[in-house]
């Protein structure tokens, strides 16, 4: 047979969805499975992006324009105000889903073997998105121990080489629900104006942030806005991940040009899912307020239960809706698949994403998994009930 890509060989496989078909098969032996490997939230998606959809009145669902339709970045341009973020219209390009918003970013910015540093764990994709670039992530590891804080920055600066292009980072953070600080925010500002580096800032969690500190854009840097790549979505904001809407932001004109070549090559983002999003940016407040407030709730909830279950531990998470947890295991990767192949109680099981998938370092995140609270709070009491019971029955736990 003819042989395959390298590229395809090294891709990973994602934690996230990777053990899939195991719960699958325990749905198909009856097994109730508690999802909490996934960001999909079960909120409503707003009502005025679905009546909008409903009541979609052209002739043709034709092409938009490479870089999306200028009725939704005119909306986006207001949207982002309301944050402080003042960019201009031509700034905004809509990408297919914030994924290709990262994926065009790395295949304009980046040449093959030139490196990214991105704090650890980290959202899985980006490892993938690199390999598509023909790019390198290297990896400087922040700790559970340490609420998942920024490593000092020195440590980002030992790894600068002259093949670094950038830095990436996620805030508020997948998968930690870190929220990085002011002090943070403008050291990693520092160092990329003192080596030129573009600053890759993947912002799709602005609307939950859950501490009294303020939400903090790279665009609120100053000093380096041409050299900023916003990364956007409207999945969890607006609870409608299936429409595949994004966006990359940035001021630096050549690069903008780039993306755009890149965005002609696609020839356009989705038409139905674009309408969606631009209707959903007109809900209220109210909406708004009532999705950020479930999530303040289901947040307190799960981490007052994970930390009572003996031997495990979560930090708290300070944004976004996802938290990494310290299992009494000896391998998460098999205490997961376990979960789905061997174990049930009263006829349900739990799905988790193995945090080993979210690290680069070897041997990091062995014993952790990550949980996304996007289930109500009834089911989330139920699928604690089954991993202590679960944990009670590894026979692998440390504890």
Sequence with gaps: MPKVSERGTIMPASP?????????????RGIKVYHLNIGQPD??????????????????????????LLSLRLKLQQYY????????????????????????????????????????????????????????????PSSIEEGFALPPVE????????????????NPNNPTGYLYTMKEMLQIRDLVKKYDLFLFSDEVYREFCYTGAPYISAFHLPG??????????????????????????????????????????????PLLG????????????????????EYVERRK??????????????PIPMGAFYTVVKLPVDDADKFCEWCLEHFEYEG??????????????????????????????????KAMKVLGEALKAYPGRTI
């Design 16 to 28: 996230i969805r990777r053990l899939g078909p195991l719960a699958n098969e325990a749905k198909s």
């Design 43 to 68: 909120l409503p998606t707003p009502p005025e992006g679905l009546e909008a959809l409903k009541h979609i009145d052209r002739k043709v669902l034709e092409y938009s324009p490479s870089d999306g």
């Design 81 to 140: 105000k309301t944050y402080n973020i003042d960019v201009d219209v031509d700034d905004i390009i809509v990408t297919t889903g914030g994924s290709e918003a990262v994926l065009f970013a790395f295949m304009a910015c980046l040449d093959p073997g030139d490196e990214i540093i991105v704090p650890e764990p980290a959202y899985a994709n980006y490892m993938a998105f690199a390999i598509s670039a023909g790019a390198k992530i290297v990896t400087v």
């Design 155 to 170: 440590k980002f600066e030992e790894l600068i080489t002259p093949k670094t292009k950038g830095i990436l980072i996620c």
């Design 224 to 269: 380096i806005e041409e050299q900023v790549v916003l990364i956007d979505s409207v999945s969890k904001r607006y609870n409608e991940c299936g429409i595949r809407i994004g966006a990359l932001i940035t001021k630096h004109p050549e690069l903008k040009k780039n993306v755009m070549k890149f965005c002609q090559a696609r020839l356009s983002p």
């Design 274 to 293: 674009q309408i969606v999003a631009e209707a959903s940016i007109d809900t209220t407040r109210e909406y708004m307020l009532a999705t950020y407030n």
């Design 301 to 314: 909830f799960l981490i007052d239960q994970l930390n009572k279950i003996p031997g495990c531990y979560s």
């Design 348 to 381: 349900q099981t739990i799905f988790m994403a193995p945090a080993s998938g979210f690290y680069t370092t070897e041997g990091m995140g062995k014993n952790e998994v990550r949980m996304a609270y996007v289930l109500n709070k009834e089911d989330l009491a």
